[in-house]
Every structure is written in C-alpha cells, then in structure tokens.
Nanobody, 127 residues
Framework: QVQLVESGGGLVQAGGSLRLSCAAS????????MGWFRQAPGKEREFVGH????????YYADFVKGRFAISRDNAKNTAYLQMNSLEPEDTAVYYC????????????????????WGQGTQVTVSS
C-alpha cells in the first residue's frame, strides 16, 4: 500500500506561480514513477507530467510548454510540481499518482498506469 497526500494548491492570479507537493508513505520503495494529473470541471482527468524515481527522468504534456517542472526528493519521499506563468485554463484539481508496476512512457501518460492516487488539491487561477 502507498499513501499519497498533495498540498500547496490555492488561488493565484494569472501569471503567478504555485508549487504543489506530493508526500508518499507506506511501501514507497515500490514506486517507479510519480505522475501528476489534473481535472477541470466537466472534463476528463488529463496527464500533466511524470518523474521516475530512479534517475529523475521527466516527461510533460505538450500544454505545459516549459511552464511546469516536476522534481523529487527521494529522502523525503516527496514529489513536487512547480507551476509558473499560470493561466486561467490551468484551473483544476491536481492529483499525484504512483506507478508501482514500472510501465513504459507511453502508458504512463494514462491514468491506467497508476494504482495509487492522492486526494487532489484545488488550483484556481484568476484572470
């Protein structure tokens, strides 16, 4: 079992920044990668990016456009999502998730690659 807890969401003006955290506990040694997703009202959950536990390789959705950066601190079992130049379209609930089965990149962009999810944290960007 892996437990994930997100924090750091809130209200920010367009152009501002936020850093989300995802603290993992439990059988964290089973985690191959941490993913970030988001879900806006009335829309499907969409992939934002992920980072591998071993090596810290990152991959991002196209819409990130260099604005977001994912990092991790293995000693703290925590992953981060730094979001800059936020736009109203970034308003959503943001979720972190853990891949414990070691899927390939092509699968990790989908929700099916992740067995454990956090509760989500709301990010609201005002115009």
């Amino acid at each position: 079992q892996v437990q994930l807890v997100e924090s750091g969401g809130g209200l920010v003006q367009a152009g501002g920044s936020l850093r989300l955290s995802c603290a993992a506990s439990g059988r964290t040694f089973n985690i191959y990668a941490m993913g970030w997703f988001r879900q806006a009202p009335g829309k499907e959950r969409e992939f934002v990016g992920h980072i591998t536990t071993d090596g810290g390789t990152t991959y991002y959705a196209d819409f990130v456009k260099g604005r977001f950066a994912i990092s991790r601190d293995n000693a703290k079992n925590t992953a981060y999502l730094q979001m800059n130049s936020l736009e109203p379209e970034d308003t959503a609930v943001y979720y972190c998730a853990a891949d414990i089965r070691g899927f390939s990149l092509g699968v990790r962009v989908t929700t099916g690659a992740y067995d454990y999810w956090g509760q989500g944290t709301q990010v609201t960007v005002s115009s």
